[in-house]
């Protein structure tokens, strides 16, 4: 069965332009296959061989075609040329944040959610590392405009996310 996180099923709609889309920290390629199914063509990154041939085999399954690429996220650099969505979830790597806004083309949507501080509570052993503080996806995406963002600003809410589209 193909898991789709809700944001991105609500936000990849008609307003946005059916070509390229990157699916960063991919693992098995759930969100890679259904943008595929939606009609982009999808580059799926991530650093384990493993979970990419997991995603070779649903996109088989599903008939559908993607890229896949494994890399080192940690030291890469992101392909060049611009992407209609960029989505990454449960992967932090700050580093990237100037990346995905540089490499996202004009009117394009980057959909990214992850950790945030108050996970730690529920798993003290997670890595603060690896978990955003309040009010950082606001500040990290300025140059974005902003269409849906949850911050951590609730210590109820252990995921934060940004739905964000880079001006024209």
Partial sequence: ?????PLLARYIDTRVDRSRALDIAAGTCHASVYLAQQGFQVTALDCSAAGLALGRRLAKREGVAIQLCELDLDNAVLPKGLWAVI????????????????????????IFKTFNVHHLVKAPSFSPEY?????????AFLMLDTIELADGDDPQENISWIVARRPH
């Fill in 131 to 139: 978990v955003l503080q309040p009010g950082e996806l606001a500040s």
């Fill in 87 to 110: 989505c990454c979830f449960r992967y932090l790597n700050r580093r990237l944040f100037v990346q995905m806004a540089k490499v996202l083309a004009p009117g394009g949507i980057l």
């Fill in 1 to 5: 069965m193909l898991r789709v996180d």
